[in-house]
Structure formats: structure tokens, C-alpha cells
């Protein structure tokens, strides 16, 4: 190993994998500003469209209700219990405890926290049901029929997101606050009265917008990006399951990625 | 009728179909057959529009399809009928949905008329009881069935078929080729078949087009191909021994018969 730089090799191997690594970025990104553009048309059958819409209403709402509310429920209990451990002091006033579940909740884990397993459960759905209908030639069929699958399969997905995960992670943040208060209560840390003083204590209304505003954001990644990456699919059973992990991936890295970004425009 | 002009598709380096031209007669059931890897799928994707082609036209009825605006191309789409290779029926309906999905999408007409007309199409195909259950109930034969009951509901001009009896039993395999052909004088459709089967090949082959690696080898009927003096179409139908002694005893039957009349000319 006497050739052995890594001050050399590493910047060759960024040198050589660079150009691969730029072009993969940008033919991805092109695609899926493609794909969005395509699918603003005017719907071939207004009726069709609603149906297919409210069939996704029904599928990310209702179908990820379950998830949200034992995640909600256990997310609030857990903060509670673990301010609680960390405010020793008797100078800090119980209340506080309330105080910080109730902006934490709002502010990060309902809209974050929530999308984040979102991503998984509606995000993996999206992507292995577009790509088994390519792989199953059913997307080819309905476009040999003259319809814009870009517009009747992909849009009534981000429009169904972009109305049901705002809706999700309003229940989210109540249900989080609700589970808190009642770990403090079962725990014996503080009193439904003292928690709800807490809740009451410096409210800030701006912070709903800020988690309204995220979750609007990460609701069209969700539906977007797991879209892209399964109405492209090529090849069989392996692709949608590649496909749909990388959808998964991606979509929470961006998730991430926007939260940090929002957080750091908007806060 | 549809004309291929001077048809080219390439992917990246490799040239698929270097230049065909083609003539499919409208009121005949024309074949595509070749071995696998001859371009017979890419050709017919072509055709209907599912890949665009690097040069050449394709014309339907004199209009240049290649070419067209898109609102023009779903005009000519709906009057497309597609059978697929593997069915490609939408899992999450019910085979009357199925359908009815065209129908719906862009049919006239009231509820009840629609239901009659998807009524009239499944007895056509002779699987009016199934109407019910879901293409995982049913058998890969009835599969085809319904695909071809959704490919004529709107009244097609032109039906096309990849691989219709891949994966069927020849007796079920016979009875797609029947309805095939049937349907195509019926309605005086044009009527484009991609296969490698010998049997749809004599059952029903008016118009046949031999294609060898990428290009257009023979064209004739099922009448003349049997007796063809191209040794690659040759090497095609008869790639077994069996048919080749079949082709031999046939040629030695038709000498003999021959010198049994010329005997009783002489006589």
C-alpha cells in the first residue's frame, strides 16, 4: 500500500464520480419538473377525476389515520416524561412543562415526525402502485386510450395529499398535546389543571402557521417525488421495490432537508 | 388502414428498426411475426404512439400520426382498441368496471346504456358470468377475453394485439384467434397482431409481415407462406423437426397427386 494518498485518491475519486453523480441529479430533476408539468391538463372526464380524488382522499387519509394516532399518542406522552426529567429545577414552574410540549409538538414533531413516517406509509403506497401498474402495462393501456395518466394518476394523488396531511397533522398536534397530558397525569408529574395553564401560557398563533405552512410543503414531497420514481419505473418486481425504497429515501431526506431550510427562512 | 413510411427506432447506439414500411389492411387481421428480439413489439409500440419514432410516419387512414398535435393524437387514440400481452386489466376493478372504464371516460349516454353496452361486449367474449369478479378470479384465457371485450367497447377502427396467446393452452389459444378474426370482419377493423405463434399464423393470418432482425423479410398472406422460398422465414415456421417432416410429407403428397392426375391426363 506504499501508493496509498488518501489526499489523492479521495479527490479523484470525487473528480471521476462527479460528472455521473451531476448528470444523474439533473436528468432526475428535469424528469420530475417534466412529469409535474405534464400534469396540468384539463381532465379528460371531470367525474373520473373526482372519483379517482376522492379514492385517494380516502386512501392517505383515512388509510394513515391509525399510524398518526398511536404515533400522536405516544409521541406527546414521551416529550412530557422526558422535559419533565430534564426541568429539575423548583424554580421552573410545572407549567413549563406544558409550555414546551405544546411548541415542540407543533413546531416540529407533528408536522416533521409525522411526515416522516408518512413518507414510509403513503410514500411506499404511491410508488409500488404506479410502479406495478407500468410494469403491468395498465398506465400504457390507459394511455393508448387518450388519457393523461400524468394527470389522472399522479395529480389527484398530490392534490389528495396536499388536503389530507395538513388535515392529519392538525390531529397529530392535538392528539400529541392530549397524550402528553395525560403521561403527566398517569406519571404523577403534574395536574390536568397545571397543564392546561401551561398550554395557555405565551401561545403563539404564528407557530400554527409555521406547521401548516411545513406540512403543505412536506405533503407535496410525499406525493410527488414517491410518484416520480413509480411512474418511472423499468423492469419487474425488483424496480418497484427499488423504486419504492428510493422514493422512501429520498422523500425524507428532502423532508429534512426543507425543514431545516423553512425553519431557518421562516422561524 | 395504416401505413408504416420509412419507419426508424434506435435506443442510444443500438438501431431497433433501421427502416421498415408496411402497409396494414383495414377489414384483415395482419400479422407481425419474427422471432423474439426482431423488433415486432417496438415496431407496434411505434404504431400506436407508446414510442416515438427517430424518423419515418405513421399514417392512419392518410393521416400523419407521427406528427400531430396531441389533442389531435387522442382523437385517433380513442379510436384504438389494445389487447396487451399480459391483459394489463386494472387490478382494483370489478371485469364490468374494467370494461366500462372506457366507456366511461369518454362514452355518451346514460348509466343503463353504458351497462348495455358493456353487457353486449362481455357476452361477445362469452363471459357475461364474470362479470363480477376481479381479473385475480379469474384465468389468464378469461384475462384476454375481457381485454379484448374493453379493447372493442368504444367501437374501434383499429385493434391491436401483442402476444394474444402467450401463456394459453391451444384450444383457449384457437378460440382468441377465432374472436379475433370474428370481430375484425364483424366491425371491418383494422386489425394488427404481434406474434410468434404458428397456429394464429394459418388460423388467421390475411396480411402477414416477416420481420428479421429489425427489418421487413417477407410479406404475403397464410396462403403463400407455407410455400415461401425464403430460407429465414423458412428457418421460422418450420424451426422444428417435426414441421419440417410435416412440410416434407405435404410437398411429397402434393408430387404425387400431381403425377396421379398428369397419369390420368395421359390415360
Known sequence: MSGWRPGYVVPTIFRYLWPVMEFRFFHHFGSYLLMLKGMFSRPENMRMFWREFMRQCVDIGIGSFGIVFIISLFMGGVTTLQIAYQLVSPLIPKSTIAQVVRDTIILEFAPTLTCIVLAGVVGSKIASELGNMRVSEQIDAQEIMGINTKGYLIMPKIMAALIMIPCL???AGF??????EKAGELGGILSSDQYWQ?????????NIFFALFKSFVFAFIIASVPSYYGYNVEGGAL?????????VVVSCVLILFM???LAALLL | MIELVNIKKGFGDKIILPDVSAVMETG????IIGTSGSGKTVMMKC?????????????YDGKDFTNMQEHEKKEIRQQIGMLFQGSALFDSMTVEQNVMFPLDMFGKGTLREKKTRVMECLERVNLKEAAKKYPAEISGGMKKRVG???AIVLNPKYLFCDEPNSGLDPQTSLLIDKLIKELTLEYNITTVINTHDMNTVMESGDHIVYMYQGRKQWEGSNKDIVFSKDEKLNDFIFASEFLRDAKEMRQMEMFQDQNWRNQIKKD
Open chain 1, 239 to 247: 424496480e418497484i421495490g427499488k423504486a419504492s425504497t428510493s422514493a
Open chain 1, 198 to 206: 401551561g398550554l395557555r401560557q405565551e401561545f403563539r398563533a404564528y
Open chain 2, 148 to 150: 379484448i371485450a374493453r
Open chain 2, 47 to 59: 404504431m400506436v404512439g407508446l414510442m416515438p419514432v427517430d424518423a419515418g410516419k405513421v399514417l
Open chain 1, 169 to 171: 397533522i392538525c390531529i
Open chain 1, 175 to 180: 392528539l400529541g398535546i392530549w397524550g402528553g
Open chain 1, 259 to 261: 425543514d431545516y431550510l
Open chain 2, 28 to 31: 384483415k387481421v395482419n400479422l
